[in-house]
C-alpha cells in the first residue's frame, strides 16, 4: 500500500496537469468572445484608441515635442496659443504643448507602475486573507479597516512628504497605499471560491496552498481584477496630479500635469491656457481609462448590462 | 439593534486609534525638527536657545512614547492640544473650521442626492434613449474631472469671464474665501454669500453626484426586473407610482452605501476644493497643517474627520433595516 500511493498520486497529478492544459487552451475562444464584446462599445473603443495614441507620444516625446521639456523661448512669455507655440507659453517662456507631451510620459509611468504595485500587494493579501480565513483574515481586514480610516489625500500627502518630493516617491505612495479596495475584492472572491467543489478537490489532492491559490483559485478571482486595474490606473494618474497640485510630488520644472496646473493657477485671469492644457490633458486619460474600465466590465460580464 | 449598535460603537475606537497612532509616528519620521519649525522655521535660521525652549515648551524634548502617551491622554478628554504654529487651541481651530467646511458639505451632499438620484432615475427608465447615452457618458467624464480643474475652469467661466465682458454684477460669481459668512437656519445662505458658496459646493459636488448617477441606474434596472414591478403595474398602479413607491425605495439600498463611503470621497476632494477656492474649512486646514508640519493641527482635525467618518458609515448600516425592513441587524440576524 505505501508503495503503491505515491505512484497513484502522481498519476492523479498528471492526469490534473493534463485537465489544466486543457483548461488554457480552452479560455481562448471566450477571449475571442470578450473582444468581439468589447468591440461593440464605442466609447471604449475611443478610449483604447486614445491610450495607444498615449503611448505612441509618450514613447516618442522627443520627436513629437518641437521644444525641449524645460527649453524657454526668450521674449515668448504667458504668450498664448500660436503656430509657433501650439498650447501657448508659460510664464517662464516654456512651450506648453511640448511640456504637456513630455508629462505623458511622467503619468503613464506612475499610473502603470503604481498600479501594478497596487494589483500585486492587494492580490497577495486578498487572497491570502480570503483562502485561510479566521485569524489571518481578521488581521489583514483590520489593517485594511484603519487605512479606509484615514482619509485618502491626508494618508499620502503625509507619506510624500516623507520619501521626499520626485516622480518615483510618488509611485511609491500611490502603490503603498491604492490596494486597499483591491484586497477587499480579491477576498471577497476567495471567500466565496473556497466554498466550491473543485478547491475541495484540489485540496483532498493535497495540493499544497500556494498551488491552490495561484493556480486553481486567482484565475478565476481575475475578472473583478482586470476591471479595477484599469480603472485604478486612471485613478492613480488622477492621485498623482492631485500630489503634484498640493505641492507634495516632483518639483519644478518636470513636466507632471498636476504640477503645470498648479502654477498656472495664480495668471488663471491674463493666461487660462497655461492651465487648460495640462488640465485637458489629465481628464482626457483618466476619462480613456474609465471607458475601457467600463467596456471590460460590461465584455467580461454581459449580464451586468 | 441598541446592543448591535452599541458593539459597532465600540468597533469603532480600535480603528480610530490606530489610524490616528499611525500618522503620529509618520509625522515623527518625517524629515526636519518640529521644534526648530516652532521657533520660526528652518530657512531663518532661528537662535539654538529659542529651539530649546520651544522643545522643552511643546514636551518634544521627551522620549516618543511619553509624547504619544500624553498625547493621547488629553486627546481622551477631548483637548487636543495647541498648534505649533499659531500657539491656539486645536478645539477652537476645529470648532471653526467643522462648521464651514460642514456647511459645504451639506450643501454638495443635497446636490449629490437631488441630481444624482433624479439623473440616475430618469437614465433608467429611458434606458437607451439618447439621454441615457449622453448622460452615460457625461457621468463617466464627471467622475473622470480633475476636482482642481474643474474648479479654476469654473472660476474661469464664472468669475473672469463676467469681469472682463462686463456681465451685470449679479452674474460675478465669488471665487475666494467664505465671504460674509451670513447664514439662515444654519446652512442657508443669506444675502451675498451664495455668491460665495456656489462654485465650491458645485465643485466639491461634481465627482460624487456622478458616482451616485451611476449607481442609481444601475440599481433602477435591476430592480425594474423584478416580479414585484410587474405585480405592482398588474395591480393597475400608475407608473409613477410604481416607480417611486415601488422601485425607488429598493433601488436606494446600494446608492445609500454609496453616499455613505463618499463622504470619505468628498473630505478628499474637500481638501482639493477648499485649496482651490480658499474656503476655511476642514480639507485646507489640514492641507496647511501637513505642509507646515503642524502635528496637533494635523492629528486633532484628522482624528474628528476620522470619528465623523466611522459613525456616517455605522448610520449607513443602520438605515439599511429601514429601507429593507428583511435586513435585521444583531442578534435577530444571526438566528
Known amino acids: ?305 | 439593534m441598541f446592543a448591535y449598535f452599541v458593539r459597532r460603537l465600540l468597533l469603532v475606537v480600535p480603528t480610530v486609534f490606530f489610524a490616528l497612532s499611525f500618522l503620529f509616528l509618520l509625522f515623527f519620521a518625517l524629515p526636519g525638527d518640529p521644534a526648530t519649525l516652532l521657533a520660526g522655521g528652518a530657512d531663518r535660521n532661528p537662535d539654538p536657545g529659542v529651539v530649546e525652549r520651544a522643545r522643552e515648551r511643546y514636551g518634544l524634548d521627551e522620549p516618543l512614547y511619553q509624547q504619544f502617551g500624553e498625547y493621547w491622554g488629553r486627546a481622551a478628554q477631548w483637548d487636543l492640544g495647541e498648534s505649533f504654529k499659531s500657539g491656539r487651541s486645536v478645539n477652537d481651530i476645529l470648532g471653526e473650521k467643522a462648521i464651514n467646511s460642514l456647511r459645504l458639505a451639506i450643501w454638495a451632499i443635497l446636490i449629490e442626492i437631488v441630481v444624482g438620484i433624479s439623473v440616475g432615475v430618469l437614465s433608467a427608465i429611458r434606458r437607451y434613449s439618447l439621454s441615457d447615452k449622453l448622460t452615460t457618458i457625461a457621468t463617466a467624464a464627471a467622475s473622470a474631472v480633475p476636482v482642481f480643474v474643474l474648479g479654476f475652469i469654473l472660476q474661469y467661466l464664472f468669475a473672469v469671464v463676467p469681469e472682463k465682458q462686463g456681465w451685470p454684477d449679479w452674474l460675478h460669481l465669488r471665487t475666494q474665501g467664505l465671504g460674509p459668512d451670513t447664514w439662515t437656519f444654519f446652512f442657508i445662505p443669506t444675502g451675498e454669500q451664495w455668491r460665495y458658496l456656489i462654485l465650491p459646493a458645485v465643485t466639491l459636488a461634481c465627482v460624487s453626484t456622478a458616482l451616485a448617477a451611476r449607481m442609481t441606474r444601475g440599481s433602477m434596472l435591476e430592480v425594474l426586473r423584478a416580479d414585484y414591478l410587474r405585480t405592482a403595474r398588474a395591480k393597475g398602479l400608475s407608473e409613477r407610482k410604481v416607480v417611486t413607491g415601488h422601485g425607488l425605495r429598493n433601488a436606494m439600498l446600494p446608492v445609500i452605501t454609496l453616499i455613505g463611503l463618499d463622504f470619505g470621497t468628498v473630505i478628499g476632494a474637500a481638501i482639493l476644493t477648499e485649496t482651490v477656492f480658499s474656503w476655511p474649512g476642514l480639507g485646507s486646514a489640514i492641507a496647511d497643517a501637513v505642509s507646515e508640519r503642524d502635528l496637533p493641527v494635523l492629528l486633532g482635525l484628522s482624528l474628528a474627520v476620522t470619528i465623523a467618518f466611522a459613525l456616517v458609515n455605522l448610520l449607513v448600516d443602520l438605515s439599511y433595516a429601514w429601507f429593507d425592513p428583511r435586513i435585521r441587524l444583531g442578534k435577530d440576524a444571526e438566528v
Not at chain 1, 285 to 300: H, P, S
Request: hydrophobic share 55%; proline share 6%; charged share 15%.
Open chain 1, 1 to 305: 500500500m505505501s508503495g503503491l500511493d505515491p505512484l497513484s498520486a502522481g498519476v492523479a497529478l498528471e492526469d490534473v496537469d493534463e485537465i489544466e492544459a486543457d483548461e488554457e487552451l480552452a479560455p481562448k475562444p471566450l477571449r475571442a468572445d470578450v473582444w468581439r464584446r468589447f468591440r461593440q462599445n464605442k466609447l471604449a473603443l475611443v478610449g483604447l484608441g486614445f491610450i495607444v495614441l498615449l503611448i505612441l507620444v509618450a514613447v516618442f516625446a522627443p520627436w513629437i515635442a518641437p521644444y525641449g521639456p524645460a527649453e524657454r523661448s526668450p521674449g515668448a512669455f504667458r504668450e498664448p496659443p500660436s503656430l509657433e507655440h501650439w498650447f501657448g507659453t508659460d510664464t517662464i517662456g516654456l512651450d506648453v504643448f511640448s511640456r504637456v507631451v513630455y508629462g505623458a510620459r511622467i503619468s503613464l509611468r506612475v499610473g502603470i507602475i503604481a498600479t501594478l504595485m497596487t494589483v500585486v500587494i492587494g492580490l497577495v493579501l486578498g487572497a491570502v486573507a480570503g483562502f485561510y480565513g479566521g485569524k489571518t483574515d481578521g488581521l489583514i481586514m483590520r489593517v485594511t479597516d484603519v487605512f479606509l480610516a484615514i482619509p485618502y489625500i491626508v494618508l499620502a500627502v503625509a507619506i510624500a512628504t516623507l520619501f521626499g518630493k520626485s516622480v518615483n516617491s510618488v509611485i511609491l505612495v500611490l502603490g503603498l497605499t491604492g490596494w486597499l479596495g483591491l484586497c477587499r475584492i480579491v477576498r471577497a472572491s476567495f471567500l466565496s471560491l473556497n466554498r466550491l467543489e473543485y478547491v475541495e478537490a484540489a485540496r483532498s489532492l493535497g495540493f499544497r496552498n500556494s498551488r491552490i491559490i495561484f493556480r486553481h483559485m486567482l484565475p478565476n478571482a481575475l475578472q473583478p481584477v482586470i476591471v479595477y486595474a484599469t480603472i485604478e490606473v486612471g485613478t492613480i494618474i488622477l492621485a498623482e496630479a492631485a500630489l503634484s497640485f498640493l505641492g507634495v510630488g516632483p518639483v519644478p520644472p518636470t513636466p507632471a500635469w498636476g504640477l503645470m496646473v498648479s502654477e498656472a493657477k495664480s495668471t488663471l485671469a491674463v493666461a487660462p491656457h497655461m492651465l487648460f492644457f495640462p488640465g485637458m490633458a489629465i481628464f482626457l486619460t483618466v476619462l480613456a481609462f474609465v471607458f475601457v474600465g467600463d467596456g471590460l466590465r460590461d465584455a467580461l460580464d454581459p449580464k451586468l448590462k
